[in-house]
């Protein structure tokens, strides 16, 4: 089993910067890409942005220029940094990781709540 925390999230302004941390716990061997989830009341949660084991990154289209995932393996953090943020990036925040077994788990934090203010 895995355990994710998230830290970080809160109110700013458009414009602002905050950064999101997600801890993980537990069978952290196990674990291997990891990314962050947006979630808004009433639709689907999307992927804001993904990193592999390696560092290969992957953003959603509407954050590419704004946002930058890392990863610290040494600590089993994993890092969103989200600069010039816009009203429409409010949204409860979930990180996840996924395990290299086969089946693969994904395993999800309790989410943090980002608001931008305009």
């Known amino acids: 089993q895995v355990q994710l925390v998230e830290s970080g999230g809160g109110l700013v302004q458009a414009g602002g910067s905050l950064r999101l941390s997600c801890a993980a716990s537990?069978?952290?061997?196990?674990?291997?890409?990891m990314g962050w989830y947006r979630q808004v009341p009433g639709k689907k949660r999307e992927l804001v942005a993904a990193?592999?084991?390696?560092?290969?990154?992957d953003y959603a289209d509407s954050v590419k220029g704004r946002f930058t995932i890392s990863r610290d393996n040494a600590k089993n953090t994993v890092y969103l940094q989200m600069n010039s943020l816009k009203p429409e990036d409010t949204a409860v925040y979930y990180c996840?990781?996924?395990?290299?077994?086969?089946?693969?788990?994904?395993?999800w934090g309790q989410g943090t709540q980002v608001t931008v203010s305009s």
């Open positions: 996840n990781a996924d395990s290299t077994a086969v089946p693969s788990i994904r395993y």
């Open positions: 537990g069978s952290t061997f196990s674990i291997g890409a």
């Open positions: 990193i592999a084991t390696g560092g290969s990154t």
